[in-house]
């Protein structure tokens, strides 16, 4: 699901034998337990959902709906009775059976019990696994209920544009709120023909590709879409409203090979001029996005946008609902279409699966669309909202997820998930490797489910290393790390302590983890040095030629942290000065002051060389033509004066 806007406002190795795995990582006593649907040990899981055949008088002007549903199961064990969810405020008029798929012929059933959100149908026989049988059920009614963005379906007027539209969005637990459905995320239906009865001055669009537009009876008219991949319960949608058709090509990675890009968008010359080249920017997401991944993954069928006044977006498989072509928001939608649809979360705890790579594709799409400048500008914003979430985990505790806003919070399951990737990216440090990943990820769990635990096994597999500690840490664990990072410079060494503390020390107390530094020295030169920490405490010792002037933590922002780099002055000094030996320049600086009084060279027989008043703090000084030697360094400041042997040596 998209950024939604203002209402959410803001290394041990693994050992597997005889089907165990044993994690040497001394953070890994993380508890997991899979959240299920109520219905589903006793009743849903007797059987899968193969097909569904839709059809819906709809309006854009009300969640009034009337239809039927006729769907194929097939049952995975004995069963006499069938389950399915559907609110009580649609009213049923007949509920019949065909148990015979290849010529249905239904007979109704008299005996049902629809409460509770639920329809209980006694079958006349039981049915054995592996016997397909049609259910079909007509409904009615009032269809819409107030639950603000997650309503499963809603009626409202574009406040920008003015024309009225109804959609759907059933994510996570709505899709019962306008259809008869099995809200079981591992289920997902093999197939769908949705087909939509609205007035002929409107369109309605849905899932896959638009098989016709029939003429119907008074004014009306039928928009018949199909689909034969599978998908998730909740990424059945559709859209109605005042709309026009702007569609084109987009290129995948073959040679000639392309995937339809159809719009419904108001129709307004106004909107279609403000937005057409950001909705045409979408082909080369798409391009950018299957060079990288795979294609496209369903490019048999199109890829397209419906709009409506939603206050963001909503990855509908094939077609997403939006409220506008802003380019993230865009890149977001699109990127689910992988992440989200293609592979889909096999729990809401996991939903990391879907928001969190959805939201990293977004800086990606910047990288490789408008430039590194625009990523890290990205990155850095998805920082400081993450750094906001000082305790919470990307995975979504047992006990939270029926809250839908806790599912989507967008610091932790948006934000924060983006980042974990960013940091799988730096902990690899190898980009084609990091897209290996994902594209065997796809290969492997592509057109199914996968929990965040799968991830972890391709990336393991892929890398040949052990990323257990690190989900611990950053996926299963809370809040993130805090470094005080002190250092002086001794002779020619960098003297480095890196002290460690943690935002929530009562869940995750210890981030294990690497980081980047970026020395800079006064003569202009910069390196780049990794340091691993693997303890609260950490001292590094690092050789380095001329003298330190700074020294950056994470230079690239990689890591989620809070980083105070401080130099240390030893105890026993006011001053620090180097680099000692000197080849040309020589930098003095003292401690809280803002000149110096007096800097005065003498060699070794007492004989002044060079004499500075007066000198501003810190100072760089010449001493270039010096000959070659050993001196006394002296200098004078609030009336004491600190003596020191210095070395010229020749640069050639």
Known sequence: MCRLAAILYTFAFILQAGGQVYHTCPLHNHATQDYENALYEKWLSAYDVKFYDLYLSVSNTSTQISGTATILLEPVREMDTLVLELQDALDISKIALADDPANPIFEVLTIYQHAGHVIYIPLDKRISAGEQFYILIEYEGEAGQDRGFFAGIKTATDPSYGFDVTYTLSEPHNAKDWFPVKQVLEDKIDSVWMSLECDDHLMAGSNGLLEEIEPGEKNRHIFRWRTQYPMAYYLLSFTVADYRDFSFNAALSGEGDSVLVQNYIYDSDALFSKWEEDIRATGSMISAFSDLLMDYPFHKEKYGHAMAPMGGGMEHQTMTTIHDFSFYLVAHELAHQWFGDYITCGNWQDIWINEGFASYMEYVAAQQLRGQESADGWMANAMSIALGETKGSVYVPEEEVETTYRLFDYGLSYKKGAILLHMIRYHLDDDPLFFKVLQR??????????????????????????????????????????????????????????????TAPEVTSFFNTPFDIEIRSSDGTISRMRLMQDEQVEAYSIAVNGLVRDVLFDPDNWLLKIANVIQQIPPDRKFVFGPNPVLDELFVQFINTSNIDEILITNMSGQEVFRLLDAENPVIMDLSTLADGPYVLVMQNSDRTYKERIVKISSK
């Open 441 to 502: 990820y796809l290969e492997q769990f592509g057109n199914g489910n996968a929990h965040g635990d799968d991830f972890r096994g391709i990336l393991e597999t892929e890398s040949g290393m052990d990323f257990s500690c690190f989900f611990d840490q950053w996926y299963y664990g809370e809040g993130f790390p805090r470094f005080n990072i002190h250092w002086f410079q001794e002779g020619d060494t960098l003297k480095i302590r890196s002290e460690q503390g943690t």
